[in-house]
């Protein structure tokens, strides 16, 4: 299991606040690329009605999509591809006793009916719930890349804390999962995206985006970038705009963006 010392890259960066949200997104928690590349997609943290809505980045609701045959259990974060898929990830599971974790794959211009799913479960969970120190069999953060849907653990037991990677096929099945790679970051993972160029991804915590770099297409912890410290509240949600930089929310409703200089 690895641990990096990441160069520190806040100097690089220009942080501005660009948006209120609308008032019905009470607890922003995930956000998505909308096809018009215009405006995004976000939803409500758990327990909230299942659906999405679609805001400009100066903070106006344009489109509201609802689910009548869905719960929002606990929609943590969503994910898009190029075909114009959306992956909404119900996989909050703070309490690790969860037996019913799924992602629900809708097109943006499709009906309800043609929704499908992917259920999954954790392949080393022995007990529901886990024991306080080892839960980490909690996921709010994956992204979409070239048919696989790349999941990061949320771990909130006792530290060391590690984050676990996990890859899924983004197709509707029922999978059993395996960490595929694993990095002590200490930190409890809320968000991820991989950016329009497949070369960097981000994860994004409370107060931190770590930056890993990717080689050949392989995803994994191998080629940390840097961390950016970013202290704005319970932030949940991150996005690679088109530009490549990057858009976060927090639960207070508000939009930032992060630039490279």
């Not at 960097?200 to 840097?226: E, R």
């Amino acid at each position: 299991m690895k641990r990096y010392d990441f160069d520190k890259v806040r100097s690089n960066y220009t942080i501005d606040k660009i948006a209120k949200l609308p008032l019905q997104i009470t607890e922003s928690s995930g956000l998505a690329l909308a096809a018009d590349q215009k405006s995004v997609w976000t939803h409500n943290d758990g327990g909230s009605p299942p659906e999405l809505f679609r805001v400009t980045l100066e903070g106006d609701l344009e489109e509201i999509r609802r689910f009548s045959n869905l719960k929002n259990h606990d929609w943590e974060e969503l994910a898009q591809d190029r075909a114009g898929r959306l992956f909404i990830g119900d996989f909050g599971n703070n309490q690790n006793n969860r037996r019913d974790l799924a992602i629900y794959i809708v097109k943006e211009d499709a009906s309800e009916k043609e929704l499908e799913t992917i259920t999954f479960r954790y392949g080393l969970q022995t007990e529901y719930p886990e024991s306080r120190k080892k839960r980490h069999f909690d996921c709010e953060a994956f992204f979409y890349h070239q048919d696989t849907l790349y999941l990061f653990s949320k771990n909130t037991g006792s530290k060391p804390r590690y984050t676990y990677l996990y890859k899924i096929p983004a197709r509707a099945g029922d999978y059993t999962l395996y960490p595929s790679d694993s990095i002590r970051l200490n930190e409890t993972i809320t968000a991820a995206d991989i950016a329009p160029n497949g070369k960097q991804f981000a994860l994004l915590s409370y107060g931190k985006i770590f930056l890993f770099d990717i080689y050949h297409d392989n995803i994994s912890f191998s080629l940390p970038a840097g961390c950016l410290r970013f202290y704005k509240g319970q932030t949940e949600a991150i996005l690679y705009s088109k530009e490549g930089n990057l858009l976060i929310t927090n639960e207070k409703g508000k939009m930032f963006r992060v630039s490279s200089k």
